[in-house]
């Protein structure tokens, strides 16, 4: 088969495509025919060694998919052969099929095109967990919410699922464009950080009390400005640091305005941990994807997928994503999903 194979630790402009192992199904595994499959900035930092999490080498990357099962190992009871899936994955989703375990597997509803499908088990399950489980930010009816970013793929997840808790979303992005994507996705207001700082504009938005959750997968100075205009008892999240810098948090601010700062490592759930918790939370994750797939049935979520590209152009794909040009996800199609699209 053929996939994008890491032999050492580079950066992912010089990798190729080149014929991979088939790998033996493990028990509890399915094998999938792949579809469509995630390319992240996160991504990068893997193929380099630069994650938290380094896979052994060689391997194929990617932890998103969407395909067709095609073989189950013993133990498997929830698939079959021919069924429609998404899924997360320890790595290998940059190859034309890849083992997946079942626990991390869902079945998707036949009206979700695949390659929209890459945008659950990732940014959709990310804002999901982060917005919605009690220890993290638990937005509510009437509260005000801050997202970051929200032109990309966790961003306008966030923005959407905030909407659908009630909340009154305050979205940034750093585009004419980029705002009007957002807003189509159901912000209240839309702020483009790069015509000054956000903060005055957030404080007059709410009337001086500062917004009661922040979600950011951007960091840097965005996090720090987003201290000084969080309301009091208010929540924040770094999601991750597209900015590039790591911010350091003054706890001076988070004492006398009583902040509440959580972390969300969404791949701790998934199996990538030392400890392997997956199957702790499997009914956790599975009740999530399951309320996750009937809110797209029901309308209320709108996957965007920004661009498509052929495995062939898998390079594209990543320069995109790492030029930050994508509004939403940026996938890489494979099989009948490429044929389907024309790529």
């Not at 380099?48 to 099962?69: H, M």
């Not at 969300?264 to 499997?282: E, H, Q, T």
């Amino acid at each position: 088969m053929r996939g994008v194979l890491v032999e050492e630790w580079t950066e992912f402009e010089k990798l190729r495509l080149a014929e991979c192992p088939r790998s033996a199904l493990q028990p509890r595994q399915v094998r999938i025919r792949t579809q469509a499959a995630g390319v992240s900035f996160a991504t990068s930092l893997v193929v380099s060694g630069n994650y938290q999490r380094k896979p052994p080498l060689p391997f194929v990357p990617g932890t998103e998919i969407a395909g067709i099962v095609t073989e189950v190992a013993d133990g498997v009871t929830r698939f079959k052969v021919g069924d429609r899936v998404a899924s997360v994955i320890d790595w290998g989703g940059l190859a034309e099929e890849t083992p997946a375990f079942e626990v991390n597997t869902f079945k998707i509803p036949d009206s979700l095109e695949f390659h929209k499908a890459i945008c659950f088990t990732n940014s959709y399950g990310t804002s999901y967990a982060a917005l919605m489980w009690p220890h993290l930010l638990r937005v509510e009816a009437g509260q005000t919410l801050l997202v970051h970013g929200a032109a990309g793929g966790v961003g306008v997840a966030a923005v959407e699922i905030g909407k659908i808790l009630g909340a009154t979303v305050i979205a940034t992005a750093g585009s004419a464009e980029k705002l009007d994507i957002v807003r189509d996705h159901g912000a209240d207001h839309a702020i483009n950080y790069r015509e000054g700082p956000f903060r005055e504009q957030v404080l007059e938005l709410t009337n001086g009390r500062g917004a009661d959750a922040i979600y950011d997968p951007v960091g840097g100075e965005v996090f720090e400005q987003s201290l000084r205009c969080i309301a009091p008892e208010g929540r924040i999240m770094p999601v991750g640091f597209a900015a590039g810098t790591i911010q350091q948090i003054p706890a001076n601010i988070l004492l006398v305005k009583n902040i509440t700062v959580c972390g969300l490592n969404m791949g701790y759930y998934n199996g990538w941990s030392p400890d392997d918790v997956r199957d702790k939370y499997a009914d956790r994750m599975a009740a999530m994807m399951a309320q996750l797939f009937a809110w797209y049935d029901e309308g209320r979520l709108k996957p965007r997928v920004s661009a498509t590209f052929a495995l062939d152009d898998f390079q594209q794909a990543m320069a995109m994503v790492l030029g930050r040009k994508a509004q939403g996800r940026v996938a890489v199609v494979m099989d009948e999903e490429a044929a389907r699209l024309g790529r």
